[in-house]
């Protein structure tokens, strides 16, 4: 039988973030991780999970 297992790896950083309010930083931080000047990489690991996944 195949089964299909999902494995998901969790990446995770604490950026301090300047900003006039909390949702300003958070715009902030969200256009620099998509403009790839944040990159999270293996020393940011947190932890890998596994899910069976229903056929």
Known sequence: MLYQIE???IL???VPVEAASASEALNKTINKYNNS???LDADDYEGVGFNEIAS
């Open 7 to 9: 494995i998901t790896e």
């Open 37 to 39: 000047e944040i990159i």
């Open 12 to 14: 995770k950083r604490v």
